[in-house]
């Protein structure tokens, strides 16, 4: 099973004071709304209802953090987090896009992003989240731009790659590639991005994804941490999250 399966609810956040005051490293995952990015959590965490589904923009509103370690069985059980023993944290933003919501709140959740996303030390890489059918939309690139004087990873998740053929597949992999690779700092150095394509409803790309997640914030690295890792054998199993297709009904 993938360490993170082992992911626990941890603490809902709404002002950049109130961050927790952890020093494990966290990896934040940032999209529109819509794009796919609460069914990718709950895929990649074997968990059905971790992320909700971002229906009502003020359930977005918050940051949102899981974490990963300090609870020593997995997710069923209810006995407390043990902070000290956090080995990562998994940080879901909130959407950014949404049409309904009004100037001044839109406002203040873009700065909020942008200050996490550049100042927040213990951020270790940033998955940026996007249908595959619409990528880099003028948001996404923005997310990307600010993010990227920090020097650290993004990698990028291409959703819903169901919708698309065998060639669009190719095709918008490629032109992701390009698109990250036509960053590069003063120096014509490019910078640590990825990109890959991924389906909940096909699983497409959820291995690859998760080894990538791991990678980014040391999970990959062995310690005795794995001990929880037999203890929660028999519940190997995948959840099969069953995501429910898109209805199409995107605001974009
Ligand atoms: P969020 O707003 O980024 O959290 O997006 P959601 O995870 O709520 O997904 C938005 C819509 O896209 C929902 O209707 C999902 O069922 C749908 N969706 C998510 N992932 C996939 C996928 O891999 N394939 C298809 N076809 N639809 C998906």
Redesign the pocket.
């Known amino acids: 099973m993938s360490r993170l399966w082992q992911a626990r609810f941890f603490t809902t956040v709404n002002q950049l004071r109130d961050l927790p005051g952890t020093q494990v490293p966290e990896i934040a995952f940032a ?12 895929i990649l965490t074997n968990q059905k209802g971790l ?5 009502t923009p003020g359930r ?1 509103q918050h940051i949102n953090y899981f974490s990963i370690g300090g609870a020593h069985v997995g997710q069923h059980r209810k006995d407390p987090t043990i902070v000290d023993e956090i080995r990562a944290l998994l940080v879901d933003l909130p ?1 950014y896009g949404y049409a309904e919501v009004s100037g001044t709140a839109k406002l203040h959740w873009q700065k909020l992003l942008g200050d996490y996303v550049q100042r927040r030390e213990q951020l270790a890489a940033l998955v940026l ?1 996007m ?1 595959s059918r619409r990528p880099f939309t003028d948001l996404d690139t923005q997310m990307l731009e600010w993010f990227a004087p920090t020097g650290k990873p993004i990698h990028c998740i291409l ?5 698309l053929n065998r060639n669009e597949q190719t095709n918008i992999l490629r032109q992701s590639r390009q698109i990250l690779d036509s960053y590069v700092d003063e120096e014509g150095v490019g910078f640590p991005f990825t990109v890959q394509l ?5 699983r ?1 790309g959820i291995e690859e994804a998760d080894a990538k997640i791991q990678e980014l914030v040391g999970l990959d690295i062995e310690d005795e941490f794995d001990e929880t890792d037999e203890q929660a054998e028999g519940d190997d199993q995948p959840d099969e999250a069953a ?8 605001p974009a």
């Open positions: 999209g529109r709304s819509n794009a796919g990015k609460s069914t990718a959590i709950n992320a909700f589904a971002s229906k977005t959407g989240i249908d959703t819903k790659a169901d919708k991924f389906s909940a409803l096909k497409i995501p429910r297709t898109d209805d199409d009904s995107d």
